[in-house]
């Protein structure tokens, strides 16, 4: 090769070999987009499996030849329920080969299958990795529910599959209009959470007005008990109880026009007082010490341990909480207290609403499998299984005759029974996640029950960030019907 | 001859340039196209926008935070990290008392013991950690502010990472404890190469030790200091930040916004949020702010070179 001089002259210097390296780099990269394909282009979706024949055991029309995949979110109901409802489907369709998965990692396994235009037949979207409902409606990539909906029930084929439902399952799977996109399997019952032991001791019974909670608490401060505790870091565990009792004060109405987002639905003298009512927690002290830093499972930890008497939650704390809560603690949830007897609604007004979100997608290869699949976990033996296996209720009206429910459980079937038709079910949380979760929870009710905004202030803010997500056009807007 | 070298050159370079090109360079501009695009991540179909996400971002105020908690990261933690590691360097190599008939130049007493507990931070991931600093902050029960009541401060009970002033500090502390002892041991192994000469020589001038350092050692470490200095910084743009901030703060990202940083935004706009657009617009300009960082480090710490 020669000296370094010599080199320079004929050959390719150091400096040179990089920056000609460099330029073909730069010349080479759009090139390989004619080469490599689009990361979202993907196909043009998959083949439909062909219908099968309507028949009176076979109302959806499911081909039996047909495969069916079904994906589940493998969380806090474990993978069970599913699995025995699974083998139903396989009994019913000896031909069909299921293919049945459960993975906490429903976007990351999913999503890609979506922007492929092959996704599996049905779905449980849940869990941290939940897709985005309202982009999937917007985007039109589910099936429309509907024939599932009025297709004989599985256990009575006089009765058709929507009447054997709770009240607002089918409301909560509509976005707008009449086609329902989703169909929500378990029930959640959400409230005032407590020990029947720590009342007791107390001599109390739970406060039906807001003076009784006040006075209550105080009792209970003289104790060393604190009054109330939440989940500080997620602060979107308040409303569990905080909307209900919106609710019950104002009426649903005032509900209605926070979820719809309408111009001032925020500054209604029902969300003031109740606002007003929280911060009294805070000022007077009954918020147990150092909540705004605890998380829910140590919120919920430290309410099991008896130094705080009320926790807003759902259902399923009964479940997370199992190995925490002592035996003889006495489980039980109650709807919200309401500030007095010129409320709106009665006492027993309570939030409970579908959870474990199904979807069938519309590309699915066999959708009617999937759909055929929900309307046997909607039988009342499923749903029996699912209860007495995971202390949930489910979508199915009934199915707790026979079984021993846990004290939650049964606590929880009483206050829908004291409810009856008083049950209410704001829409935020499933219409407009950052606007709940982040903005209302953790920067407007957070801030306010760490006593760093004053109801007013947190209204006012709360009120700027609806206006914002109602001018925001990069999201879907929806109304109550 | 001469053809035989270009394609000998050519032979080496194709591979590692092709994979260079289709692992980074191409998804850089897969995610510039897509900025201008209104895709949601969730479904194949999307149309161009034109400048539509740039707009937003620059209204949006929670980018605007993001990005200050960003640049907050990219300046405080280099700062405090490499200067804990460069002290606890030099104090492990350099920094001990002359003993009898010991070598000139020696660290402080039991320096092998405190170089591998400094390392030990790092060989737990970055989620471990933050699960732990977590547990350390809980207000209730947590390590700290036992710690502070069993000393007799009762009245001193912050919420940590509850409290809007404190949380995004609480943030970095963690960074700085998982991070400095990769650099006490980048720094010690960059000491160990420096003459012990020039020590004893700057000894025998009556070189006290902050002279020693600012003099001999910080000068002939130059070079390793910069190179920890872009790697840091990009480690506190980057995924450790994401993790921390995710894993451990309220919300996640902090009461009020107080800890939320960009590569978070990124994440829940694209996967929580189905925006994936708009979530790479906030990728663009994360990516600018990096490659200004790279940069400015790269022209502040232009040295001539010291050879030894």
Redesign the interface.
């Known amino acids: 090769m020669g000296s370094t001089a010599h080199h320079r002259a004929e050959g390719v210097g150091r400096r040179d070999l990089i920056k000609r390296s460099a330029a073909l780099g730069l010349v080479a990269t759009p090139g390989m987009g004619l080469l490599s394909a689009c990361a979202s282009s993907g196909g043009d979706g998959q083949e439909k499996a062909e219908q099968g024949k309507k028949t009176a055991k076979n109302p959806l029309g499911v081909n039996d030849t047909a495969g069916l995949e079904f994906v589940l979110f493998d969380g806090g109901f474990g993978k069970e329920y599913a699995e025995d409802a699974v083998k139903i489907y396989e009994h019913d369709f000896p031909k069909a080969k299921v293919k049945f998965a459960a993975t906490q990692k429903i976007q990351s396994t999913l999503q890609p299958r979506f922007n492929q235009g092959t996704p599996p037949d049905l779905i449980d979207n849940s869990g941290a990795e939940q897709m985005d409902m309202g982009v999937l409606v917007g985007k039109n990539q589910l099936t429309d529910l509907t024939a599932l909906l009025d297709a004989p029930s599985y256990d009575d084929p006089k009765k058709k599959v929507r009447d054997t439902l709770r009240p607002g399952i089918v409301e909560m799977g509509q976005f707008d209009g009449d086609p329902v996109w989703i169909l929500y399997y378990a029930y959640t019952v959400y409230g005032v959470w407590y020990s029947q032991k720590a009342l007791d001791s107390l001599d109390a019974a739970y406060p039906e007005t807001w003076d009784d909670m006040l006075a209550l608490c105080a009792k209970a401060k003289k104790k060393g008990i604190a009054g109330w505790t939440y989940a500080g870091k997620y602060p979107y565990y308040i409303p569990f109880s905080l909307y209900p009792m919106i609710g019950k004060v104002g009426g649903r109405e005032v509900l209605d026009a926070i979820d719809n987002l309408e111009p001032n639905a925020w500054k209604h003298p029902a969300v003031k007082a109740c606002f007003e009512a929280y911060y009294e927690l805070y000022k007077k002290g009954y918020i147990l010490q150092g909540t705004p830093g605890l998380d829910h499972i140590q919120s919920q930890t430290a309410w099991a341990k008896g130094k705080a008497l009320f926790l807003p939650n759902g259902s399923w704390v009964e479940n997370e909480s199992a190995n925490v809560i002592p035996s003889d603690f006495g489980l039980a949830v109650s709807a919200p207290s309401g500030l007095d007897s010129s409320d709106k609604l009665p006492f027993g007004t309570i939030w409970a609403s579908g959870g474990e979100p199904f979807i069938v997608p519309a590309k699915a290869k066999n959708a009617e499998g999937g759909m055929e699949q929900l309307r046997i976990m909607l039988s009342e033996a499923s749903s029996k299984n699912f209860t007495a296996k995971v202390k949930s209720l489910t979508a199915f009206n009934g199915g707790t005759s026979g079984i021993t429910l846990t004290p939650g459980l049964k606590s929880g079937v009483a206050a829908l029974e004291k409810a009856g038709s008083n049950v209410v079910n704001p829409r935020l949380q499933d219409w407009y996640v950052q606007l709940q979760k982040e903005k209302i929870g953790v920067s407007g009710l957070g801030e306010m029950m760490a006593g760093r905004l004053t109801p007013a202030e947190a209204i006012k803010k709360i009120q700027a960030f609806a206006d914002e997500a109602a001018k925001d056009s990069s999201i879907k807007h929806y109304k109550h019907q | 001859m ?1 053809h035989g ?2 394609r000998f ?1 050519v032979g080496f ?1 194709a591979l590692p ?1 092709g994979l ?3 692992f980074v ?2 998804p850089f ?2 995610s510039i196209y ?1 900025s201008f695009t ?9 149309r161009m926008v034109g400048f539509d996400n740039y707009e ?1 971002m620059l209204d949006d105020g929670i980018f605007w935070k993001s990005l200050r908690h960003s640049l907050l990261f990219a300046l405080v933690l280099p700062v405090v990290t490499l200067a804990l590691a460069l002290f606890f360097a030099f104090m492990i190599n350099v920094g001990g008392r002359r003993r009898r008939g010991g070598p000139a130049i020696s660290g402080v007493r039991g320096s092998a013991f405190y170089k591998i507990v400094y390392f030990f931070p790092q060989v737990l991931s970055i989620a471990i950690v933050s699960l732990l600093f ?1 547990f350390a ?6 390590a700290v ?1 036992s710690l502070l009541r069993g000393i007799g401060l009762d009245g001193v ?1 912050p ?6 002033n404190l949380a995004l500090w609480c943030v970095m502390a963690v960074l700085v404890w998982s991070t400095v002892g990769f650099f006490v041991v980048l720094f010690s192994a960059g000491m160990a190469s420096i003459p012990a000469e020039l020590y004893e020589a700057a000894l025998l001038d009556g070189a006290n030790r902050a002279t020693t350092f600012f003099r001999v050692t910080l000068p002939l470490l130059w070079g390793t200091v910069q190179s920890g200095w872009v790697y840091m910084g990009i480690l506190a743009l980057g995924a450790e930040s994401f993790a921390v901030v995710q894993i451990m ?3 996640p ?5 107080s800890t939320t940083v960009m590569v978070l935004y990124v994440y ?1 706009k694209a ?5 994936a657009a ?1 979530a790479t617009t906030i990728g663009v300009a994360l990516l600018i702010v990096t490659l200004a960082f790279a940069a400015i480090v790269m022209r502040l710490g232009r040295r001539e070179r010291l050879e030894f």
């Open positions: 001469r070298k270009y050159i370079l340039l260079y090109a289709l360079v191409w501009i897969q897509y209104d895709w949601t991540g969730l479904s194949p179909d999307f937003r977590a902050y809980n207000p209730d029960s947590g502010n009970q919420l940590w990472l509850g409290d809007p703060t309220t919300g990202g902090g009461p009020d916004y829940q996967f929580r949020d189905g925006q708009y």
